[in-house]
């Protein structure tokens, strides 16, 4: 099986920490959002996995790449990059991995996380992961038969058709036909506000006689905005606190408190301060005489007699002084 990973764009909604840093790259937890979801896939799939092809920007630059495919070859995958130049919709956006779609295909997209376990039938034709939601009117939803399969791809329904949102995970059991529809969309120039997508190619697929399943995960992670993305760090930290080694061991703590769960990571430091419950602290950071929970303060960063919560810090922050909820980019500095 081939994993699809479109990586979408900067992520405007979470500026300023996007300026410089791609969301799917933003650490939850102590891992990039986009390295969470991939070791997911992995860990709870049945399929074996051959390759895993990240969709990007060209600006997100050589080092970010050697960062996918590191992570990619970790899980036993070979990576591949592949570059959308312009943002033209979800379709255009898988089609960039052309060379990928072959055999059994796996799509996530990166700017969301969720609780799941992939037990996948490859027999079937295809599978789209949902969610029950309260408000279907702000979702793509599908629409089922008595049967389980699925009817219709309803987009914002404004009456009630169903209330399983369509979350951006699919499974399809033919790359090759998939990659067809796609390209037809692009040939027929077939948009829908402006944007190639994919839920149109599903929708004819669906036409011609293809059956769609679907799935549900048990939860369901936005990473869309500051405060979403702190939410997801919680859940994180919740879910992975008795799974993994949250706490590394280069970290010195000093007469400080750690409310767990939380993430410390590599060679931080840690001085008459308590810290956490669901705080995430990245390599090389030093926190003296501060109270930081519920926040994710990335690497490299400086906290002085501060008292901070509901807040992220981007990579060498320096803040001193302040009680605040914050929301500051890469190499800021508040005294």
């Not at 992995?42 to 960062?67: D, Y």
Request: glycine share 6%; charged share 25%.
């Amino acid at each position: 099986m081939n994993i699809i990973i479109p990586m979408a764009g900067m992520g405007k909604r979470m500026r300023p920490h996007t300026l410089t840093t791609a969301k799917p790259l933003i650490p939850v937890a102590g891992k990039p959002i986009v390295q969470r979801l991939v070791e997911d896939i992995v860990a709870t799939g049945s399929e074996k996995v051959e390759e895993i092809a990240f969709i990007i920007g060209p600006s997100f630059g050589k080092e970010v790449e050697a960062q996918l495919l590191n992570t990619a070859s970790k899980l036993g995958a070979k990576g591949r990059i592949c570059y959308q130049e312009t943002p033209l919709g979800t379709a255009h956006a898988i089609l960039c991995a052309a060379e990928s779609l072959k055999g059994n295909v796996f799509i996530a997209f990166a700017d969301t996380l969720f609780d799941a376990t992939f037990s996948i039938d490859t027999s079937r034709d295809a599978i789209i992961w949902t969610q029950k939601v309260d408000d279907p009117s702000a979702f793509g939803v599908v629409k089922l038969k008595d049967n389980g399969e699925i009817e219709a791809f309803v987009e914002k329904p404004q009456s009630f058709v169903s209330d399983l949102a369509i979350i951006g995970v699919y499974y399809f059991r033919d790359g090759e036909n998939l990659r067809k529809e796609l390209q037809r969309l692009i040939d027929n120039d077939i948009k829908m506000k402006g944007e190639y997508q994919i839920t149109d190619a599903m929708e004819h697929m669906l036409q011609n006689g293809m059956k769609f399943y679907t799935d549900q995960v048990s939860e369901w992670l936005d990473c869309g905005n500051k405060d979403a993305t702190l939410y997801t760090n919680e859940r994180i930290l919740e879910l992975k606190r008795n799974k993994e080694n949250l706490i590394d061991a280069s970290a010195r703590i000093e007469n400080s408190s750690i409310i767990e769960p939380c993430y410390i990571g590599p060679n931080v430091r840690i001085v008459n301060s308590v810290v956490g419950p669901y705080a995430s602290v990245e390599a090389n950071t030093v926190i003296e005489k501060s109270i930081v929970s519920n926040s994710i303060i990335q690497c490299d960063s400086v906290v002085k007699n501060a008292c901070i919560e509901k807040s992220m810090l981007g990579k060498s922050v320096s803040y001193t002084n302040k009680s605040d909820e914050l929301s500051l980019g890469d190499f800021s500095t508040h005294i």
